[in-house]
């Protein structure tokens, strides 16, 4: 049997299109040969469809979709394996099924429901869909196939020390005489998943001695970067066929031969969260409508990854850079942001904010009469500066891309309104000390467009005189450890404090940071998941709480 693995990269909600994607691989897999053409979870309605699920007329338009996939594909000598958002008929539960089929010469011969529903980390699959009761084997080529769906091959009590769910739909549907494992997928990236999908899937092979297909989605969707990885194993765990990270694929196994594609892929992980920022803010960009970004360019390592990251995703004509010197913006920081939109080939124009700031401290010096400088004249300044790109996005059309990382993000180092403004931030998920690596990997890729000295100055806001960020925060180095540890991986002070030995008092202090600003985190920018647990949609904290352990 010649299975074609596919790839591919759907829109939320563009079933229409989503459909005449999958036709188009399918042709192709049927005229080079293959018996079995297999596409992603949900691949008609894109995942995750999250709240479109809710409407009847969604429901509906999943099943017409599904139907014309199959009539466009009644005349192709293969069988087709899509997801979809199928309809529940039982009388109590959720209306909506996350639900495979398998469709062959213009009909749906089976159909698969998703049996585990995943409510962790961004997932909330239990929200929208009913679990599947049971699964039954399918028959492709005369072969018995356990065909799940994503969570489901995932609970291999061999391979965790803590399972999730009592039931195995894997072990299941073995102990019903399957010969090959197919399993599709929505799974998106963090720094260091593919690796660990490989060892879960690996794992079930030499278990049962059975092959195994895996079938990802790729793509940006909103917060989430799917970074495709598909892969096929023999029984021994061995890969024998391997896509492309995060760029549609189209591969081809045969098991009876033991062939199969081998393409290309980033052995590096930091090169790999690099190509899934690139990826992420591409599609954000392109489903959003939009076309053309603009960067507050400051001269900074933080600004200059994020233009190179826009550069590499839209194009270098779709980009431009806007320098906003302030009362105490430095020379080197003009002339380095100068510099990078050179390198990098992007328009780059300058607009001071001097002039207004100095005319908004006029105009509010009567009230502030008696009261001593201090944060509130700096947070002026990087709010005249949101202002400003939000004033040329109105009127230009183009997306303001954010430019903070993850590490100012937790701690509140950041401005409301100000320096938090834009459509996407970048690189919210990003620590300070992995965005250094990673505009290393820029300028691998982009010929040093970001010039040394970005990387050689001391981190600033230039939002005083001589202003440096340990005047306030730790070293980078120290402080990112700290931020993993509890934002991450939900350590206690304590123990955050006796494994990375440093103070207690430090590490409160942090933590005090990270939970007195998490009302900023809700009103920032969506922003791109690359770590376990990212702010936003990947750590759901409450505003009004007192809990400090």
Same mark, same amino acid.
């Given at each position: 049997m010649r299975i074609a693995l596919a790839q591919i990269n759907p829109t939320v909600g563009d079933l229409a299109g989503n459909v005449t994607l999958m036709t188009r691989a399918a042709r192709d897999a049927a005229a080079r040969e293959a018996n079995v053409i297999v596409f992603p979870e949900l691949s008609i309605t894109g995942y995750p469809p999250r709240d479109l699920v809710e409407k009847p007329s969604f429901l509906d338009a999943s099943e017409r979709e599904l139907a014309r996939l199959a009539r466009e594909t009644a005349d192709l000598k293969l069988s087709v394996i899509c997801g979809y958002v199928g309809r529940s008929e039982a009388e109590t539960g959720k209306r909506a099924l996350n639900s495979a089929a398998v469709i062959e010469q213009g009909s749906v011969v089976f159909r698969q429901n998703k049996m585990l529903l995943p409510t962790y980390d961004v997932f909330d699959e239990a929200r929208y869909f009913r679990p599947a009761d049971r699964e039954l084997l399918c028959t492709l080529g005369g072969v018995p196939v356990a065909l799940t769906i994503c969570e489901d091959a995932w609970n291999d009590r061999e391979f965790w020390e803590q399972r999730l769910y009592k039931r195995d739909p894997v072990e299941e549907l073995f102990g019903q005489g399957g010969q090959l494992l197919i399993s599709i997928n929505a799974s998106p990236y963090n720094m260091g998943k593919r690796a660990i999908r490989r060892e879960i899937f690996a794992s079930a092979a030499r278990r049962y001695g059975k092959p195994v297909v895996y079938v990802n989605q790729v793509g940006g969707n909103?917060?989430? !970067?799917?970074?495709?990885? #598909? *892969?096929?194993? =023999?029984?021994?765990?061995?890969? !024998?066929?391997?896509?492309? #990270? *995060?760029?549609? =694929?189209l591969l081809f196994c045969d098991f009876k031969t033991g062939e199969g594609d081998r393409h290309d892929d980033f052995e590096d992980e930091c090169e790999a969260a690099y190509e899934a920022l690139v990826l992420g803010t591409r599609d954000y960009i392109r489903k959003c409508g939009f076309s053309?970004?603009?960067?507050?360019?400051?001269?900074?390592?933080?600004?200059?990854l994020t233009a190179a990251v826009a550069v590499e995703a839209i194009g270098k004509e779709n980009v431009t850079g806007v320098a906003m010197p302030g009362p105490y913006s430095s020379e080197h920081s003009m002339t380095d942001a100068r510099a990078t939109a050179e390198n990098l080939g992007i328009r780059f124009e300058t607009i001071?904010?001097?002039?207004?700031?100095e005319r908004f401290e006029q105009e509010l010096a009567p009230l502030f009469r008696g009261l001593p400088r201090d944060v509130t004249e700096e947070n002026l300044q990087a709010?005249?500066?949101?202002?400003t790109l939000?004033?040329?996005?109105?009127?230009t059309g183009a997306m303001v891309l954010t430019t903070g990382n993850k590490s100012e993000l937790a701690v509140g180092y950041c401005t409301l309104y100000g320096d938090m403004c834009g459509g996407l931030a970048v690189i919210s998920d990003v620590p300070k000390t992995l965005v250094y690596q990673l505009s290393r990997i820029a300028n691998r890729r982009l010929n040093n467009a970001i010039p040394e000295s970005v990387f050689s100055k001391p981190?600033?806001?230039?939002?005083?005189?001589?202003?440096?960020?340990?005047d306030s925060l730790p070293s980078y180095e120290v402080l990112d450890p700290i931020l993993e540890q509890?934002?991450?991986k939900c350590r206690a002070p304590g123990e955050i404090a006796s494994t990375l030995h440093v103070s207690a008092e430090l590490v409160e202090s942090i933590i005090r940071k990270v939970d007195r600003n998490e009302y900023k985190r809700q009103q920032a920018a969506p922003g791109l998941k690359v770590t376990t647990k990212a702010f936003g949609i990947g750590r759901r904290v409450p505003i009004a709480q007192r809990f400090t352990g």
């Open positions: 909103d917060q989430l !970067v799917f970074d495709g990885s #598909s *892969f096929a194993m =023999d029984g021994a765990g061995e890969v !024998v066929a391997s896509a492309r #990270s *995060f760029s549609e =694929d053309r970004v603009l960067i507050g360019l400051s001269g900074g390592i933080d600004s200059s001071s904010i001097t002039g207004v700031c709010r005249l500066r949101g202002v939000m004033a040329l996005s109105n009127k981190p600033s806001a230039e939002l005083r005189p001589d202003q440096r960020d340990t509890y934002v991450e």
